[in-house]
């Protein structure tokens, strides 16, 4: 009886909010992945969109020089594409990957 209870659960030790053993037929599957593409899909139509455009919108509203604005928007893109370590470091060491994205997807809807 007790190693039919140990089987319903998942074998790599994910857990629900509260903490308990993740029960595999009520874990993730097609829910969280729709979820996470569409998060992903609309994340990635932002990031193009702003990029694309902030040189213009350096140069022509805020007034900055071609050559700062140029600067400032490499600067913005490559901490975009480093800030996924700090967020892994983050996840590994502290929060683990559910409050991880959670937190950080509310930053990033605050912010923006």
């Known amino acids: 009886m007790e190693e039919e209870a140990k089987q319903e659960f998942t074998k790599d030790g994910s857990v629900d909010l509260r903490g308990r053993p993740a029960v595999a037929a009520r874990t993730g599957r097609w829910k969280a992945c729709s979820f996470l593409v569409g998060y992903e899909a609309f994340e990635r139509m932002a990031f193009y969109g702003v990029a694309a455009n902030l040189v213009v919108y350096l140069t022509t509203e805020l007034r900055e020089e071609t050559v700062s604005s140029v600067r ?25 990957r ?9 930053i990033y809807l605050t912010v923006n």
């Open 72 to 96: 400032n928007v490499n600067n913005w893109t490559g901490s975009v594409w480093m800030t996924p370590i700090a967020g892994a470091y983050i996840a590994d060491a502290f929060l683990g």
């Open 98 to 106: 559910f409050w991880t994205f959670t937190v950080s997807s509310l």
